[in-house]
């Protein structure tokens, strides 16, 4: 990503970020669903100059951060366009959880593929694939698990947190849709991927 670029990304990362602080729905609910787009900032912040990444992740990242600040603004049951899609749909309940946690697999795998590719970490790319999957789906379940010990912190919060709705296999969808996200992202993106890595290695220092 160029000069250009990188300020257009931390530009769009702010704005957005600015108005989800803005009077959101629950204050604890916001502040735990945008933690992890934070961070993300700061580990690119700290790592852009030593381990720049390829534009396709620093996008991903970006919507994903997007994802989980508009989930934090409404908390992820109220967010109104999907209440909206589900009136047209005729769905009992917000899905806009679901998008996130499809989101969940999809960003995380080709981050993990961008690295575990650039370090050599594994020969042949059906374990590569496999592996990235893995990872995809213990990210999810260790989000499951912070989830749950949010609701046992915090009984206040922890319906607008956890947004199960009265779904009862809502950790078990959220996982599906994690790992299908992971597996979604490998088939679509990993030719262009590999283009944009190529790029990178080649780029002079």
């Given at each position: 990503?160029?000069?250009?670029?990188?300020?257009?990304?931390?530009?769009?990362?702010?704005?957005?970020?600015?108005?989800?602080?803005?009077?959101?729905?629950?204050?604890?609910?916001?502040?735990?669903?945008?933690?992890?787009?934070?961070?993300?900032?700061?580990?690119i912040?700290?790592?852009?100059?030593?381990?720049?990444?390829?534009?396709?992740?620093?996008?991903?990242?970006?919507l994903?951060?997007?994802?989980?600040?508009v989930?934090?603004?409404?908390?992820?049951?109220?967010?109104?366009?999907?209440?909206?899609?589900?009136?047209?749909?005729?769905?009992?309940?917000?899905?806009?959880?679901k998008?996130?946690?499809?989101?969940?697999?999809?960003v995380?795998?080709?981050?993990?593929?961008?690295?575990?590719?650039?370090?050599?970490?594994?020969?042949?790319?059906?374990?590569?694939?496999?592996?990235?999957?893995?990872?995809?789906?213990?990210?999810?379940?260790?989000?499951?698990?912070?989830?749950?010990?949010a609701?046992?912190?915090?009984?206040?919060?922890?319906?607008?947190?956890?947004?199960?709705?009265?779904?009862?296999?809502?950790?078990?969808?959220d996982m599906l849709?994690?790992?299908l996200?992971?597996?979604?992202?490998?088939?679509?993106?990993?030719?262009?991927?590999?283009?944009?890595?190529?790029?990178?290695?080649?780029?002079?220092?």
């Amino acid at each position: 990503m160029n000069h250009s670029g990188a300020w257009i990304w931390l530009a769009t990362f702010l704005g957005v970020f600015a108005w989800s602080a803005v009077d959101p729905t629950d204050r604890l609910t916001w502040f735990m669903e945008v933690l992890p787009a934070l961070l993300a900032l700061v580990v690119i912040v700290l790592t852009r100059r030593r381990y720049p990444l390829t534009p396709m992740i620093y996008v991903l990242i970006l919507l994903h951060a997007v994802i989980l600040m508009v989930g934090g603004h409404y908390t992820y049951a109220e967010v109104p366009l999907f209440d909206r899609i589900s009136d047209l749909m005729g769905w009992q309940r917000n899905n806009y959880d679901k998008l996130g946690h499809f989101a969940q697999g999809f960003v995380p795998a080709m981050v993990a593929r961008e690295i575990l590719i650039r370090q050599a970490v594994i020969n042949g790319r059906g374990w590569l694939n496999f592996l990235i999957v893995c990872f995809a789906l213990a990210v999810s379940a260790f989000y499951e698990f912070i989830e749950w010990w949010a609701a046992l912190a915090s009984d206040d919060a922890a319906d607008a947190f956890l947004g199960t709705q009265g779904y009862v296999w809502d950790t078990q969808s959220d996982m599906l849709l994690a790992m299908l996200g992971a597996i979604t992202a490998l088939l679509f993106l990993a030719r262009r991927h590999d283009v944009q890595l190529q790029k990178l290695a080649t780029r002079p220092a």
